[in-house]
């Protein structure tokens, strides 16, 4: 089956809304525009040379990521990787699209959301405002587990490693849960909603310090890990509502 780029992109704004975090650092949306007609779309977390080369050879048209090319105000220069990057998308007539905070945020098929299906949170809420939205979101469990067993059902579900700041025999209930990078701001946040762990990809050193302060259970998963579960349910939306040719490439980074 083939689809118009147009469809596509108007049901992706529609659903994640590119617009909704204007403080957001990456460029929602559309950013690379190419072939009108859609046959093939490739996701992934991050848009590195490699998937572009992949989108080459597996003939897709569009590829979906969490992690775009366009930040901030936009590119100053297109030489070096960036420069590299376009050759290969314009050279395949491919479409790249990307969603930042709109899909760390997404209340159903966000990554934060995805996770709390996994974990089966119950009275949930969000929490780590940004704008006028949260980012995060947190839930009760459905029984009481330690700091160590939730942090071992969660890598599990994740297919990830994982490292704990805090006691593993520490008993949690309500859960916080702030895929990527949570920064100071995110651990402070999930500490004043009254939320006894949290669920993130990575902490920074900077981080550690407000951890230890507030004394609250961090179980970070990675930062990549984290970062799938939003890109594979757009995935399958995609592929339900248009009977695209998807696929997932993974390209993990380790951290």
């Not at 939205?133 to 990830?160: C, F, K, Q, Y």
């Amino acid at each position: 089956m083939a689809a118009t780029l147009k469809d596509i992109t108007g049901y992706l704004n529609q659903l994640l809304d590119p617009n909704r975090f204007p403080d957001d650092p990456s460029n929602n949306g559309l950013q690379v525009e190419g072939a009108a007609t859609v046959n093939r779309v490739l996701f992934a977390v991050d848009s590195p040379t490699e998937l572009c080369d992949l989108a080459r050879q597996r003939r897709a048209e569009l590829i979906f990521v969490h992690h775009g090319l366009s930040w901030g105000s936009g590119f100053r220069t297109l030489t070096g990787i960036t420069a590299g990057k376009l050759r290969r998308l314009f050279g395949g007539n491919i479409s790249l699209y990307a969603s930042h905070l709109p899909l760390d945020a997404h209340p159903v098929h966000g990554h934060n959301a995805v996770m709390a299906e996994m974990l089966d949170l119950g009275d949930r809420c969000g929490f780590c405002r940004c704008g006028e939205h949260d980012l995060g979101i947190g839930g009760r469990l459905p029984t009481p587990a330690s700091v160590g067993e939730l942090a071992g059902i969660l890598a599990d579900r994740l297919d990830s490693d994982y490292t704990l700041y805090g006691k593993e025999a520490t008993a949690v209930n309500r859960i916080g849960i702030l895929s990527g990078s949570p920064g100071s701001e995110g651990v402070m946040a999930a500490a004043t909603a009254g939320l006894d762990a949290l669920v993130t990809g990575e902490i920074s050193h900077v981080t550690f310090q407000t951890v230890r302060e507030v004394s609250l259970p961090v179980i970070c998963c990675g930062h990549y890990k984290t970062e799938i579960p939003g890109v594979k349910r757009i995935m399958e939306l995609v592929h339900n509502r248009f009977d695209l040719d998807c696929e997932f490439i993974d390209l993990p980074t380790g951290l």
